[in-house]
């Protein structure tokens, strides 16, 4: 589940695995009703796709400043089925438009998203075949037409149907005994990107060069998140070990140093810091519930 920078949709991303052993799934937006007694979600599209494994919005400011102006929303999308896929919402269309990537044999397990002031998007993406993917797109409006288009790194369009061409490398990042759960680039450091794996591995990579920095062992089981902090300079991680860990970079900017551990008690599956109290971050856990712990910063 994702909220907008601005709390009023929610995406939700769904999961089936069917009685003939495939993969299918949906994402659904929900309008966040708002009254004095309590919240409402309603329901307004639904969109069919690849079992969904991770989800994230494009923020309002990259939707204002950088695609066209019909565009109402954008969210990206991974799923089971290897496409990355983006959805957005027409002004004079009434149901989302999606524009994917091909289909691939490895599923596509995790993404983040990165703009900068000039337009320019990465997304980041974690596999089943223990590599990482990272993709660059340009939003855009081509004249006299109404659907989205981008533009891969070389200036070059592509399809408004694919992104395909925006690919710009791809490499082997955990053993081949490990799928990639989750990958986060650094908020304030632009050539740092972190990954995490079933092999427990914390792995912090230069996006420059794409070579391994450090590696951080301290986790027991497969790490499921990984969630930096750009007010408290932290990190915090999720792991099947039942911990949420706190660290933070070493002066050299290339090390994870571990600064406290808290129990959950069972396995932690999503971590998000809260968008106004920057000191709080919810846990979502597997068999526990949710939970909500408040980081001290020393």
């Given amino acids: 589940h ?4 601005s709390r009023e949709l929610l995406a939700c991303g769904m999961y089936k695995l069917n009685s003939n052993g495939t993969k299918t799934g949906s994402v659904k937006i929900f309008q966040v009703i708002k009254d004095r007694e309590a919240i409402k979600l309603k329901q307004i599209h639904s969109v069919d796709c690849g079992a969904v494994f991770d989800l994230k919005w494009v923020s309002n400011s990259v939707i204002r400043n ?3 102006r019909d565009c109402e929303f954008l969210l990206t999308v991974v799923c089971a089925d290897g496409r990355v896929n983006l959805m957005y919402k027409d002004k004079s269309e009434e149901s989302l438009i999606v524009i994917a990537t091909p289909q691939e044999s490895s599923p596509a397990l995790s993404l983040d998203l990165k703009c900068d002031k ?7 993406v974690s596999r089943g075949d223990h590599s990482v993917s990272l993709h660059t797109i340009k939003f855009g ?19 408004t149907r694919s992104f395909q061409s925006a690919e710009i490398v791809r490499w082997k990042a955990h053993e081949e005994i490990a799928e990639i759960w989750t990958v986060s680039f ?6 740092i990107l972190y990954t995490g794996g079933d092999d427990g591995l914390l792995k912090v990579w230069n996006l420059t060069t794409h070579q ?8 027991t089981a497969g790490v499921t998140c990984i969630v930096p902090s750009s007010a408290l300079g932290m990190i915090a991680t999720g792991s099947y070990d039942g911990k949420l860990r706190i660290f ?9 140093i571990l600064r406290s551990e ?9 971590l998000e810091w809260h968008p106004l109290h920057e000191n709080l971050i919810l846990a979502s856990c597997t068999d526990g519930g949710a939970r909500v712990f408040s980081i001290v910063n020393k």
């Fill in 186 to 191: 650094d908020p304030k450091i632009p050539s």
């Fill in 66 to 68: 950088y695609c066209y």
């Fill in 212 to 219: 391994l920095l450090s590696t951080n062992t301290a986790h």
């Fill in 262 to 270: 808290h129990n959950v008690g069972n396995g932690i599956w999503r």
């Fill in 118 to 124: 000039e337009g320019n998007n990465l997304i980041a």
């Fill in 141 to 159: 409006f081509r004249k006299n037409e109404t659907e989205m288009y981008m533009k891969d790194d070389k200036g070059e369009t592509t399809s």
């Fill in 2 to 5: 994702k909220l907008t920078d």
């Fill in 248 to 256: 933070s970079l070493n002066e050299g900017k290339t090390q994870t």
